[in-house]
């Protein structure tokens, strides 16, 4: 079946630029995360998703950074005034509800979308 | 959650079982074992987890030793697109408090050689 979707791909943007990432979640996935990879480096959390609520953002690193989800499904993540050190990999994850059985279900991964901030 | 220690590269010839190791001994009862993988410029790739008992799925097997300190994730056959960092993480089995993060470590590069 088809999984997470990221889009775009690339993105190469001039510091001070707005940018919106999207994240297409797999089909029935409630749960949706947000991370990402700097060059050389493990997975750093940003914001969970329970449906359209987000119970934790205390990932996001900066009051520039914000993200949205509507109707359950696809989610936007948006960064105001790019800087230089917001370069990395954004990936988006999505699983099973976990907030109700309090069942810790496996994630599953998009293919990112490169952020280059020059 | 409980730290896992990884080396962090091995070789593997194509065809061949590769057995990769994980040392998790500060594990706790509820606790489970994940691997995950990431094939350069792809984003991570869920393969097995397992409690206590020993895992097989259609990608690996995964097996945890009695005293669940450490676990083995078996690739019985590699092929060249085997070649990636792999990830063992430690993760409690109920998302109470913020278990739902994933904490990657610095993994394990397998690479598989024709």
């Known amino acids: 079946g088809a999984g997470v979707s990221q889009s775009p791909s690339n993105k190469v943007t001039e510091k001070g630029k707005d940018v919106e990432l999207r994240c297409d979640p797999i089909s029935g996935h409630t749960a949706l995360y947000w991370y990402r990879q700097s060059l050389g480096q493990g997975l750093e959390f940003l914001i969970y998703f329970q449906g359209n609520s987000a119970p934790d953002k205390s990932g996001l690193p900066s009051d520039r950074f914000s993200a949205e989800r509507t109707g359950g499904s696809v989610s936007t993540l948006t960064i105001q005034r790019t800087q230089q050190e917001d370069s990395a990999v954004y990936l988006c994850a999505s699983s099973l509800p976990t907030a109700s059985l309090r069942v810790n279900y496996e994630q599953y991964f998009g293919p990112g979308t490169r952020l280059t901030v020059t | ?114």
């Not at chain 2, 020993?54 to 995964?62: D, F, G, K, R």
């Not at chain 2, 739902?100 to 050689?113: I, Q």
Request: charged fraction near 15%; include cysteine.
């Open chain 2, 1 to 114: 959650d409980a730290k896992t220690t990884q080396p962090p590269s091995m070789d593997c010839a194509e065809g061949r079982a590769a057995n990769l190791p994980c040392n998790h001994s500060t594990i706790s009862g509820n606790e489970y074992v994940y691997w995950y993988r990431q094939i350069h410029s792809q984003g991570p790739q869920y393969i097995i987890h397992g409690l206590k008992n020993n895992e097989t799925n259609e990608m690996a097997s995964l097996i945890i030793t009695e005293d669940r300190k450490s676990s083995t994730l078996i690739l019985p056959h590699a092929t060249l697109r085997d070649t990636a960092v792999y990830y063992c993480i430690v993760r409690a089995g109920n998302s109470g408090g913020s278990n739902y993060k994933l904490t990657f470590g610095k993994g394990t590069l397998l690479t598989v050689n024709p």
